[in-house]
C-alpha cells in the first residue's frame, strides 16, 4: 500500500527500522514514538486511522495504519510487544484517535498503553476476567459452565 | 429566613435506554445548571465479540456476521469485507458484478442517510419529518429485498462476486424510486432543512474544528462537513469507484447543520453514481473463479478501507494458511467518531447534546462489535 520510495526516506532517518517484502515498517516499541512523531510531522500523516493487534505464539503485535488526509496515503507501523509482560508506548500524544482505540486494544488482549491518559477497558466491564481476542481465552463452548 | 441557592453539580445519566442514542449507548452527564461540564461516554452494551467469532468461522461464514455491525448499510459492510477477502487471496470479481456492487452499496449508503435524516429530524424534536425519509427509505429497503431476499441483513455479497444476478423486476422499480428522490429530497429540505426551528436548533451548535476532527480519526461526512476534503471513493478508488462522476459535498461550519446537509447532498451523489452504474451494467457473470474451500497463503495480511455511510470502513485479516481467518479486526467509523464525543459536547446544553450525538449518526452494533 505504502509506496516504496516513502518507505525508503523513512528507512533512511530510522536505520533500525525493519521493512518487509510488502512495504510494512516492523519498529521496537522503544524507537516508536519517535518513528510516529516524525511520520506525522515530517511526512504529514495526520490521521490514525487504524491501530490494533494479533496474538501470535511469540509475541503480540500492534498494528498502526497512520494516513495522510490530503492524498489518503497510508503506511503500516508494526510493533512487538513481549508475552508475559505486553507494553507499548502509547501514541495518544500524536494522535487523538489513539485513545479509544489503545483502550479497546489493552480490553481484548491486555496490552499496556503507556502513557495513555485514560488506560480503562471500553467495552467489557471492569471485572470481567481475562483478555477474549488473546488466542489462550476458550470461547463459550469450550469453557465450563459455571452459573447457577 | 430565605433559603440561600447554591450552585450545585447534577449527575444525569442518558441511555442506555433512551431512544435520542440510537441503540444502546450511555453517556453519564455532568451538568452546571443545564450546561454540560463533562460527558463520560459508555460503550460495549451491544459488545458481542464479533471478532473473536471471526476466528472459529470460514472467511464465507463470516459475511452474514459483517451485516451485524452497521446493520444500517449492511451492503457496504459486506462490501468492505469480501474486498478484503479478495485482496488477501488473489480474487478477480467479473465486471457485472462490481458494477451491481456499486448499485447496492450506494443503495445502502442513500438508506443509512435516510434513516439519519428522519431520526435527526426527530431527535430535535420534529416528528412529521420523521415520517417521510423513513417512508422512502422503505422503497430503498424494498429493492435490496429484492436483490437479496432480506431488508436489512442482506448476506448479499460473496468473495468473487454477488450471490444472484438482479432479479427482472429490480431495474425498473430502481429507476422509479430514482425519478422519484429529487422530489423527495425538495420535500426534506422544505419540511426539515428550511424549518426555523430546526435551523436553530442546529447552526452552529456542536461545531467542530477541522483540525481536532481530523487528529481524532473522524471520519466521513462528519469530517467533511467541517470541510475536510477526505472521501476514499475519490482519493483512493477502490473496485471500480474511479469510473463515476460525482462530486464531494463539503460543510463550510462543521456544525450539526452543515453535517445535516452534507449528508442529504451525499444522497444526491449517490443516486447520481447509481445512474452512471445502471447506464454502463454490463453483461455477464456475477461470480468469478472462487475455490471451493478458500485458503488465502499463510502469513497473509490485508488492511482494506472503503467509504462507508458512516465514515471510513477498514477491515484487517491475517491469514494462517488455513480457510479461517487468523484475526479479523473491523475499523468501525462510528466507534471511532464517537471517540470526541466528550469534547464536543462540554460547554452546550442538554438538548443540544441530543442534537450533537445525533449529529454524528452512530450505529452501536459497530461501536460495540
Known amino acids: 500500500m505504502a509506496d516504496s520510495q516513502l518507505v525508503a526516506q523513512i528507512k533512511e532517518k530510522f536505520a533500525d527500522v525493519e521493512v518487509?517484502?510488502?512495504q510494512r515498517l516492523v519498529v521496537s516499541p522503544d524507537q516508536l514514538p519517535g518513528l510516529m512523531k516524525e511520520l506525522r510531522d515530517t511526512f504529514g500523516f495526520d490521521f490514525l486511522s487504524n491501530l490494533t493487534a494479533v496474538d501470535y505464539p511469540e509475541y503480540f503485535e500492534?498494528?498502526?495504519?497512520?494516513?495522510?488526509i490530503r492524498d489518503a496515503a497510508m503506511v503500516t507501523v508494526k510493533t512487538r510487544a513481549d508475552k508475559k509482560r505486553p507494553r507499548v508506548p502509547s501514541v495518544c500524544g500524536l494522535w487523538g484517535a489513539a485513545n479509544w482505540q489503545e483502550r479497546e486494544v489493552y480490553?481484548?488482549?491486555?496490552?499496556?498503553?503507556?502513557?495513555?491518559?485514560?488506560?480503562?477497558?471500553?467495552?467489557?466491564?471492569?471485572?470481567?476476567?481475562?483478555?477474549?481476542?488473546?488466542?489462550?481465552f476458550p470461547l463459550a463452548e469450550q469453557r465450563e459452565y459455571v452459573g447457577g | 429566613m430565605q433559603p440561600r441557592l447554591e450552585t450545585e453539580e447534577v449527575i444525569v445519566n442518558l441511555g442506555p435506554q433512551h431512544p435520542s442514542t440510537h441503540g444502546v449507548f450511555r453517556m453519564i452527564l455532568r451538568l452546571e445548571h443545564e450546561v454540560i461540564t463533562e460527558a463520560i461516554p459508555v460503550v460495549g452494551y451491544l459488545h458481542r465479540g464479533l471478532e473473536k467469532l471471526a476466528e472459529v468461522r470460514t472467511y464465507t461464514q463470516i459475511i452474514p456476521y459483517t451485516d451485524r455491525l452497521d446493520y444500517l448499510a449492511a451492503m457496504l459492510n459486506n462490501l468492505g469485507y469480501v474486498q478484503a477477502v479478495e485482496k488477501l487471496a488473489g480474487i478477480e470479481v467479473p465486471e457485472r458484478a462490481e458494477y451491481i456492487r456499486v448499485?447496492?452499496?450506494?443503495?445502502?449508503?442513500i438508506a443509512s442517510h435516510l434513516l439519519f435524516v428522519a431520526t435527526f429530524a426527530m431527535d430535535v424534536g420534529a416528528i412529521t419529518g420523521f415520517m417521510y425519509p423513513f417512508r422512502d427509505r422503505e422503497r430503498v429497503l424494498d429493492l435490496l429485498e429484492m436483490v437479496s431476499g432480506s431488508r436489512l441483513t442482506v448476506s448479499y455479497m460473496r468473495v468473487g462476486g454477488v450471490a444472484e444476478d438482479l432479479p427482472e423486476e429490480f431495474?425498473?422499480?430502481?429507476k422509479k424510486f430514482l425519478d422519484d428522490l429529487p422530489a423527495c429530497i425538495d420535500e426534506y429540505?422544505?419540511?426539515?432543512?428550511?424549518?426555523?426551528?430546526?435551523?436553530a436548533r442546529t447552526k452552529y451548535v456542536g461545531r467542530l474544528d477541522p483540525q481536532v476532527a481530523i487528529n481524532y480519526g473522524i471520519s466521513g461526512p462528519v469530517l467533511r462537513a467541517s470541510g475536510v476534503y477526505y472521501d476514499l471513493r475519490k482519493l483512493r478508488p477502490y473496485g471500480i469507484y474511479d469510473r463515476f462522476d460525482f462530486e464531494v459535498p463539503l460543510g463550510k461550519n462543521g456544525d450539526c447543520f452543515d453535517r445535516f446537509v452534507v449528508r442529504i447532498k451525499e444522497i444526491e451523489q449517490s443516486a447520481r453514481i447509481i445512474r452512471q452504474a445502471v447506464e454502463q451494467l454490463p453483461e455477464g457473470p456475477v461470480m468469478g473463479k472462487v475455490p471451493k474451500v478458500l485458503r488465502p497463503p499463510k502469513g497473509a495480511e490485508v488492511y482494506h478501507e472503503i467509504e462507508g455511510a458512516k465514515g471510513v470502513l477498514g477491515y484487517y485479516l491475517v491469514s494462517d494458511g488455513s480457510n479461517r481467518p487468523y484475526r479479523m479486526h473491523v475499523r468501525a467509523p462510528s466507534f471511532i467518531n464517537l471517540g470526541l464525543i466528550n469534547e464536543m459536547v462540554r460547554g452546550w446544553k442538554v438538548a443540544d447534546v441530543i442534537a450533537i450525538l445525533g449529529s454524528i449518526d452512530i450505529c452501536l452494533g459497530e461501536v460495540d462489535r
Request: aromatic fraction near 10%.
Open chain 1, 20 to 22: 518487509d517484502a510488502e
Open chain 2, 189 to 199: 429540505n422544505g419540511l426539515i432543512t428550511g424549518n426555523e426551528i430546526f435551523q
Open chain 1, 107 to 136: 480490553d481484548l488482549f491486555g496490552i499496556v498503553f503507556e502513557g495513555h491518559p485514560d488506560l480503562r477497558r471500553i467495552f467489557l466491564e471492569d471485572d470481567f476476567p481475562g483478555h477474549p481476542l488473546r488466542k489462550s
Open chain 1, 62 to 68: 500492534v498494528v498502526y495504519h497512520p494516513c495522510r
Open chain 2, 103 to 109: 448499485i447496492c452499496a450506494e443503495l445502502s449508503r
Open chain 2, 171 to 174: 431495474l425498473p422499480a430502481l
